[in-house]
């Protein structure tokens, strides 16, 4: 059985202290312990989130890396620096990196391969934009983004990665895919999967992603291939983050 994931993306708020503050009010309560939790949290507070959250059972992580280990690589972060300061989880190709930041699928498929090379727990994130979807190509899109962000990676790496589908249109729009389109996705990426990796496929943990708030998780997790949940504003407030750990209770 999957584990469910509920994974918080920070993105680029909150000042260290307000960071350790959100952590505290986090850790004062009670959470679900079967359910797996992660604080992807801006590179330069990773050594002071990792004192905080040693032994409570959240897992650290972060938002982006590079894919070399080391060079001449100006403002970059390598998996091996990432796994020094006590990192497990990388989120890699979110939407916005790929927007914004111009990234295309090889460079995401290498920052993956790096990720596994150095025992890090990849998040891979697809999604397709409003204009893909009102245009009927979205399942195009997430099966080009899939095909190539997975090439080369084996049947033994596969377990380890974690998919989050994010539909573009409803990141930080107030927007949700209902749980019915979200659950359709999914399963069509599993499908995905299953064609390139076989049984092993059902053993990989999909997400969604896409204005996850307390009033619509317990809706999406009911349904039966979504894994969890990355999300991003409900993150930002403890007792709504913990609302969405604790979704079960």
């Not at 890090?120 to 997430?142: H, Q, T, W, Y």
Request: charged share 25%; aromatic share 6%; hydrophobic share 40%.
């Amino acid at each position: 059985m999957r584990k469910p994931i509920i994974i918080g993306n920070w993105k680029m708020n909150k000042t260290l202290d307000e960071a350790k503050i959100l952590i505290s009010n986090i850790l004062s309560q009670k959470l679900d312990n079967s359910v797996e939790k992660v604080v992807c949290v801006p590179y330069i507070y990773v050594t002071e989130i990792k004192k905080l959250i040693d032994g409570t059972g959240i897992g650290l992580g972060v938002q982006n890396m590079f894919y070399e280990n080391s060079g001449a690589y100006t403002g970059e972060i390598s998996p091996i620096m990432l796994k020094s300061c006590g990192v497990s989880y990388v989120i890699l190709g979110h939407s916005e990196r790929r927007t914004i930041f111009n990234e295309t699928d090889d460079m995401i498929n290498k920052k993956v391969k790096a990720a596994l090379q150095n025992n890090l727990i990849p998040i891979l994130c697809c999604g397709e934009s409003l204009e893909e979807r009102n245009s009927g190509a979205e399942k195009d899109v997430v099966k080009r983004q899939i095909n190539n962000s997975l090439f080369g990676i084996s049947k033994s790496e596969i377990e380890k990665v974690i998919i989050a589908y994010e539909p573009i249109w409803a990141i930080g729009t107030g927007l949700t895919a209902s749980s019915e389109d979200a659950e359709d996705m999914i399963k069509f990426i599993r499908e995905i999967l299953k064609d390139i990796y076989g049984e092993i496929s059902f053993k990989v943990r999909i997400q969604y992603g896409g204005s996850v708030k307390p009033n619509n998780i317990k809706d999406l997790m009911q349904k039966e291939n979504i894994d969890g949940a990355l999300v991003g504003g409900a993150c930002l407030e403890s007792t709504s983050f913990c609302e969405l750990i604790n979704y079960k209770i």
